[in-house]
């Protein structure tokens, strides 16, 4: 009994710990900064993975803890492979998918012995 109350804590923490960059993230994706200048093609390719990717992963890992956690793992990988100077970054930003994550295979695992 005292482990259900553990995951449910685990994912609510990951969906808590989700919120504000899901709040800053759509923030930037709805009102972006003007810019005179056209992105080189290397940019256009991140902008679909980081910040957009990541931030449909996050919201679907609200319903789907692993698609959506891997999602936003996939778009963070995809960012740190063309930028590495955004490695530490990237780190912290998958702290909620590392959760959800974690949370699903957890959740498997009770299912499993029950």
Known sequence: ????????????????????????????LLFPENRSHALPPIEQIMIWFFPIGYFV???????????????SILGLIVTVIFRPDLFFLALVLSI??????LYWFLAKKQLKKA
């Open 96 to 101: 909620p998918a590392d959760l959800f994550i």
């Open 57 to 71: 992963g996050l919201i679907i890992s609200w319903r789907w803890d692993l698609i959506g956690g891997l999602l």
């Open 1 to 28: 009994m005292k482990t259900d109350k553990n995951f449910k804590f685990l994912r609510w923490a990951a969906r808590i710990i989700s919120l504000p960059l899901i709040y800053f993230i759509g923030i930037q």
